[in-house]
């Protein structure tokens, strides 16, 4: 696992008996790791730049989370199947209508169904 050389990983290296800890310093670059950084990084720029509304602070962690959602259901050539990276990890197929359709920060209206 490569990890931040930040000193709260330090302690690591030995937790995870089997697991090999490689902490990253500067200078220490994978073209393949620092792309995939740049295109989230991408994406949550240009999504906040769409937004209407200045982007709350609380919401950041969010927004980060909608682009890399948004990323894992493209298919990617890492994996040699003809399959999302989504779909591989939660055996769940991407409903598109149900997932591209709202985008961050559009208001919905939902309600789970009642039992009477």
Do not use: M
Not at 71 to 90: E, G, H, M, Y
Not at 105 to 113: A, K, M, P, S, T
């Amino acid at each position: 696992v490569y990890v931040d050389p930040a000193k709260a990983f330090h302690g690591l290296t030995t937790a995870f008996p089997g697991v090999t800890i490689d902490l990253g310093g500067a200078g220490d670059h994978l073209a393949k790791v620092d792309g995939k950084i740049r295109r989230i990084k991408e994406l949550y720029r240009s999504v906040k730049s769409g937004l209407p509304w200045k982007l709350p602070q609380v919401t950041v962690k969010d927004l980060v989370a909608y682009a890399v959602a948004r990323i894992n259901i493209k298919r990617t050539t890492a994996i040699n199947q003809n399959i999302c990276p989504k779909v591989l990890f939660t055996g769940v197929k991407v409903n598109f209508k149900k997932e591209l359709e709202p985008a961050f920060g559009d208001y919905c209206e939902v309600y789970d169904g009642t039992y009477n």
